[in-house]
T-cell receptor, first 114, second 112 residues
Framework: EAGVVQSPRYKIIEKKQPVAFWCNPI?????LYWYLQNLGQGPELLIR????????DSQLPKDRFSAERLKGVDSTLKIQPAELGDSAVYLC????????????FGEGSRLTVL | QKEVEQNSGPLSVPEGAIASLNCTYS??????FFWYRQYSGKSPELIMFIYSNGDKEDGRFTAQLNKASQYVSLLIRDSQPSDSATYLC????????????FGKGTHLIIQP
């Protein structure tokens, strides 16, 4: 069974440039998460989807971050414009249910903003 | 703000000894508790979950939950160098509406 697939694995951009991350969850997993993880910190939730509906986006900085999950499968997280403080690992995860704590993570997308 | 607290470490344990990792949480209504392991440069992976007070054992791992004290722990028996990683405690708060909240993690080092 394929796991959660993310791309790109690494991205280096200059500040004020846009960047987008893509995630393909495990087949059959209706719930999809985007987390941000800084070095030495735990993952912090940015947005949580149930199918195509964003059920929790309270921590998403909506002035520069946006996300979508078309057709309730793949998802894209976009940052525009990127700031120096956005340098982090962006983790996508999926789970079989909305209240499940059993998350399956992708390998992450490491963003460096110069 | 629901919080999950862990000592960031590093926690250094000799090979073969018992490693004890601790976590406290602020939401008394929390129902479900999880331990994730994260190797350096890798993503978190689930290793244990516990829902009821008491102990739950899985191989060399034992999760312990005390809801009255709002405390959950993970014991690793016969620690191996391959257990060296960051261990993340995660909690689903009451009702599950807020999803999973992670602690900052404890960095565990098993010394050969």
């Amino acid at each position: 069974e394929a796991g959660v697939v993310q791309s790109p694995r690494y991205k280096i951009i200059e500040k004020k440039q846009p960047v987008a991350f893509w995630c393909n969850p495990i087949s059959g997993h209706n719930t999809l998460y985007w987390y941000l993880q800084n070095l030495g910190q735990g993952p912090e939730l940015l947005i949580r989807y149930e199918n195509e509906e964003a059920v929790d986006d309270s921590q998403l900085p909506k002035d520069r971050f946006s996300a979508e999950r078309l057709k309730g499968v793949d998802s894209t997280l976009k940052i525009q414009p990127a700031e120096l403080g956005d340098s982090a690992v962006y983790l996508c995860a999926s789970s079989p249910g909305l209240v499940s704590g059993e998350l399956f993570f992708g390998e992450g997308s490491r963003l460096t903003v110069l | 703000q629901k919080e999950v607290e862990q000592n960031s470490g590093p926690l250094s344990v000799p090979e073969g000894a018992i490693a004890s990792l601790n976590c406290t949480y602020s939401d008394r209504g929390s129902q479900s508790f999880f331990w994730y392991r994260q190797y350096s440069g890798k993503s978190p992976e689930l290793i244990m979950f516990i829902y009821s007070n008491g102990d739950k054992e899985d191989g060399r791992f034992t999760a312990q939950l005390n809801k009255a004290s709002q405390y959950v722990s993970l014991l690793i028996r016969d620690s191996q160098p391959s257990d060296s990683a960051t261990y993340l405690c995660a909690v689903i708060s009451s009702g599950g509406a807020d999803g999973l909240t992670f602690g900052k993690g404890t960095h565990l080092i098993i010394q050969p």
